[in-house]
């Protein structure tokens, strides 16, 4: 089983729609969880930490399910300008500062 | 304003020709990495520094060199470039607090080429 794994997609979705990724990781030990945003041949950028008890950012919220061993992200009334890929990005074990990306779920938000 | 820069932003050369891509931050960031990423296989760590001085491999550590001489600066080099290091590279850097990662600050990567 990989570290970290998504599903590559591509999600595509109508403007306003609510989408929802995960991402699975298989160290039980992890203990920091990102989600980032990549445009296409960009930098990625951090869109959002995500704690235990879930964080929401406008549109956006982050969840985390330690039992199952996955964190999610969910985006309501989807935007054009929303149309990218998204990392997930979780750090090895115990404090580690390694962190280890997933390979990224495209979202593609069509009018 | 706080930035990570890279250079060469993009880079043809030819196979076994020594190159050295530059990564410098302004944070003041201790933490620092290089990454390649290939078409589907996502972001893959090359190698990473807790500090000055202090390197260390990550997941695909073969045919490269890192040194980090001072805390700005973690230059990448590829003393004889193949291939098969045709590739998008990404410099980061983060700060470390405590026990916790924090966010990671990304280059804008250099497209490189080896003929």
């Known amino acids: 089983r990989k570290e970290v794994e998504q599903d590559p997609g591509p999600f595509n979705v109508p403007e306003g729609a609510t989408v929802a990724f995960n991402c699975t990781y298989s160290?039980?030990?992890?203990?920091?969880f990102f989600w980032y945003r990549q445009d296409c041949r960009k930098e990625p950028k951090l869109l959002m930490s995500?704690?235990?008890s879930g964080n929401e950012d406008g549109r956006f919220t982050a969840q985390l399910n330690r039992a199952s061993q996955y964190i999610s992200l969910l985006i309501r009334d989807s935007k054009l300008s929303d149309s990218a890929t998204y990392l997930c990005?979780?750090?090895?074990?115990?404090?580690?500062?390694?962190?280890?990306f997933g390979r990224g779920t495209s979202l593609i938000v069509h009018p | 304003e706080a930035q990570v820069t890279q250079n060469p932003r993009y880079l043809i050369t030819v196979t076994g020709k020594k190159l050295t891509v530059t990564c410098s931050q302004n944070?003041?960031?201790?933490?620092m990495s290089w990454y390649r990423q290939d078409p589907g296989l996502g972001l893959r760590q090359i190698y990473y520094?807790?500090?000055?001085?202090?390197?260390d491999k990550g997941d695909v550590p073969e045919g490269y060199k890192v040194s980090r001489k001072e805390k700005r600066n973690f230059p990448l080099i590829l003393e004889s470039p193949s291939p098969n290091q045709t590739s998008l590279y990404f410099c980061?850097?983060?700060?470390?607090?405590?026990?916790?990662?924090?966010?990671?600050?990304f280059g804008p990567g250099t497209r490189l080429t080896v003929l």
């Open positions: 980061a850097s983060s700060s470390i607090q405590g026990s916790s990662y924090n966010e990671q600050f």
């Open positions: 160290n039980s030990a992890s203990q920091s």
């Open positions: 995500v704690y235990s």
């Open positions: 990005v979780v750090n090895r074990a115990g404090g580690s500062y390694i962190p280890t």
């Open positions: 944070m003041n960031h201790e933490y």
């Open positions: 520094s807790m500090n000055v001085e202090v390197t």
